[in-house]
């Protein structure tokens, strides 16, 4: 199994951008997605996970201005980042929790600066 996130790149402050992460292999039903920051010298920390059924988990600090969703037939999330910031700049991390197995995609680098 394997993760390839893309969708990350430098933006302005109050600027939008839309993450995607892929899940290839053998995936199998009844898993959970989500994503993940981790900003310079900062601890990895919990945006939103969603579950096969479409149903959203978002950290109680990411709600609001982050929408996770997913395309189940291409085992596809999706992250919609809105009115960004400058301290939302991180590396994002695509995660898939499957089977008792956990998975992390490479990280994306999500610049917010002028």
């Known amino acids: 199994v394997q993760l390839q996130a893309s969708g990350g790149g430098l933006v302005q402050p109050g600027g939008s951008l839309r993450l995607s992460c892929a899940a290839l292999?053998?995936?199998?039903?009844?898993?959970?997605m989500g994503w993940y920051r981790q900003a310079p010298g900062k601890q990895r920390e919990l945006i939103a996970r969603?579950?096969?059924?479409?149903?959203?988990i978002y950290a109680n600090s990411m709600k609001g201005r982050f929408t996770i969703s997913r395309d189940n037939a291409k085992n596809t999330v999706y992250l919609q980042m809105n009115s960004l910031k400058p301290e939302d700049t991180a590396n994002y991390y695509c995660?898939?929790?499957?089977?008792?197995?956990?998975?992390w995609g490479q990280g994306t680098l999500v610049t917010v600066s002028s």
């Open positions: 292999g053998s995936i199998f039903s009844g898993n959970v």
């Open positions: 995660y898939l929790l499957m089977r008792g197995l956990e998975y």
């Open positions: 969603i579950l096969n059924n479409g149903s959203p």
